[in-house]
């Protein structure tokens, strides 16, 4: 049977007849991915640790419910954190922790091009949208880091290893929209991750972007992570790694 496979495989690369099929791609993989997101959804719906029920309209603002709730059941308030987000936009979700955080030693990184998506997303939103300027915050301990991630982050990580591992508590909020910098954020901070850090997917029930990325990581790095709370129908979660 084996040897049928790999004689049969062969001939599809001597032969690349199936390249016809290509124009399917992205819809084939789309609906692959969705079948995965609402089996994944199916099973953990009611493992999350606060309930929210499920609903057909979304409503943007539930995002703030589902950060007070997990630094109320977490009591995050008076915690020393590393606050990392990854696409800051406006910076209403950033003002957000940082007014609701009050540890003097806590640092807030808030890292985006400033320049709108990189690339295309979906097919409402072309390179260049959701493009806004640096938020002008005075508190010190807020910092922006502006660029691609694949070139900011690892310097970023470089020069702030210790601060990033002394914190109490680390918070990734995941809010670039994009698979291919969301699994590049996983894949860059997974070493820094301990049992008790927070996650948080701003657009986790997209198929190919954020929900991607985080199966794959949860996957391919082992990485075993709780559903803490949804909102808007998982459209945000919140994760604790465990």
């Known amino acids: 049977m084996l040897k049928i496979f790999q004689f049969v495989k062969n001939i599809g690369i001597l032969l690349p007849f199936l390249i016809i099929f290509k124009p399917l791609n992205k819809i084939l993989l789309f609906f692959i991915y969705y079948v995965e997101m609402i089996s994944w959804i199916s099973e953990n719906k009611d493992k999350t640790i606060i309930k929210n029920k499920l ?104 020069h702030n290893k210790d601060e990033i591992k002394d914190a109490d508590i680390r918070i990734i909020h995941c809010d670039a929209d994009l698979y291919s910098a969301t699994i590049f954020v996983l894949s860059q901070l997974f070493v820094f991750l301990k049992p008790g850090d927070i996650l948080f997917f701003d657009e986790f029930n997209v198929p190919l972007h954020e929900f991607k990325a985080f199966k ?8 075993k992570l709780l559903p ?15």
């Open 216 to 223: 794959e990581f949860t996957e391919n790095f082992y990485v």
């Open 55 to 158: 609903s057909i309209k979304r409503d943007y603002g539930l995002r703030f419910n589902l950060f007070k709730q997990v630094f109320d059941y977490y009591n995050i308030y008076n915690k020393k954190a590393c606050v990392l987000e990854f696409g800051v936009a406006s910076g209403s979700s950033f003002k957000w922790w940082l007014s609701n955080n009050n540890h003097s030693s806590s640092g807030f990184y808030g890292f985006d091009t400033f320049e709108g998506l990189p690339e295309k997303w979906g097919n409402f939103y072309k390179k260049g949208d959701m493009g806004f300027n640096i938020p002008d915050i005075k508190d010190q301990r807020a910092t922006f880091i502006k660029g691609l991630f694949q070139e900011s982050l690892p310097q970023f990580i470089q």
């Open 228 to 242: 803490i709370s949804q909102v808007n129908t998982f459209y945000q979660v919140a994760f604790i790694v465990v």
